[in-house]
């Protein structure tokens, strides 16, 4: 007896880049399924990662014979998920499957369809056209017969994603990236000045870029230029970009789209930076391990924190492994990069200034996130240290990171990204605004050497 066979699928089996914020669409071959078949037993999407069932709403069309599956949130980025259809294989038992429609023959060996998103999602971005019979917006607010209500010129989306660590040198896969609009770009006035890009190396040193896995042979590929394509503002390079490096775009208020809109005065800066060589950490464990700070860390600054801790390692030990890194200096590595980033967030500063209000006859507490932050501070700092006694010819040298690092380093008091960069005054480090201390900015650094 003929069984339910799948003859396409949107995403198709195996696809990558998928939309993360779409419905997803699975058609059966003639003559299709019983639709009293079709449940939240027999249809499921599956986050192979977590190895969890994804919330979904379904539904069968009969005619086109279309199953519709409806995630109930935005599925996880560069993720892999199945759409599965149980059979009588792995299935409890024959109800919890989906059937053929014609013989009610029931589905006997499990269909699992596999994709991966990206990192973008998907907008319907449309034109309203107004005509003689609908003018009224708002109040005693009309328009003219047959205007089109227009909306700002505002960034809809970027490839690479701001602010993402370790993409690939050839980018899109053609040595390309993009900023994407909410409407079309007017081509014809398009100019170079409607970006500034930059591109360095991620230590601000040439020696420690790297082509494949060996420092010092990568350099810094010439730009073609910037086009615009439909909504798309692309930037290009004559060739890969090497490891360990940095990209900045900063977008000028002079970009227009075709219906004359204007970007206008903006601060928007697209940041990336490409993959790391040697890759020691990631950025996912620091920000699970600094998860209480974790909002405001960038992931291309974490990485190019990454970076200089191991280059830190490989200047003082001579048997550092570059492509199977000694655990113990994978420690070291994460815990000192910890270190570092919570030094860099004046974490001392905000204890010392200390976290207590008074609020009429109550002292107020809010410094249970300042104390957890000191934890992981303290633990960090003695686990980087105890990964250094492990490190033998350290010791034997006498050249103990930490204490080089102590003699020569004071922590300044602003936000910096890649290469040491300050990336927006922003990210100063300010506690947060207080209602029980009416104070707006307390105890505000502006210099690495201004007073508690």
Known sequence: MPVPVVSSSNPASSAVDVFTNVPLYVTFASPGLLSSSVTQNSVMLYNVATQSVVPVTLSYDSSTRVVTITPLSVLAESSVYSIRFPGTDIALGASYVIKESGSGTALITTIDIQFTTGTRTYINDTVVDKNASDLSLEGDLRLPVNVKALGDLAVETTYPKNHTADVSGQLDGSNRFYVKFNKALSGTVLTQDWATINAFPMMDMNVYLASGTTFGTGTMPIMTGIWASGAYLWAGFSAELPKNAAVQMTLSEDIVATDGTELGPNQYMLSFTTDRFPKVGGVNIIKTELAATADVLNNEYIASILLKNTVRIIQRWPSFNQTVPQYIAYKYIINRTIVDILDDKELEKALVAGTRRRLGDFDVSIDYKVGQL?????????????????????????????????????????????????????????????PASNQSYNRHAKTQNYPF
């Open 374 to 434: 000191a934890l992981k501070h303290a633990r960090a700092l003695k686990e980087a240290d105890d990964a250094l006694d492990g490190i033998d010819p350290i010791k034997k040298l006498g050249a103990r990171i930490d204490t080089a690092i102590a003699l020569n380093y004071q922590p300044d008091r602003l936000w910096h990204g890649v290469s040491n960069r300050i990336i927006d005054l922003r990210f100063k480090t300010y506690q947060e605004d207080i």
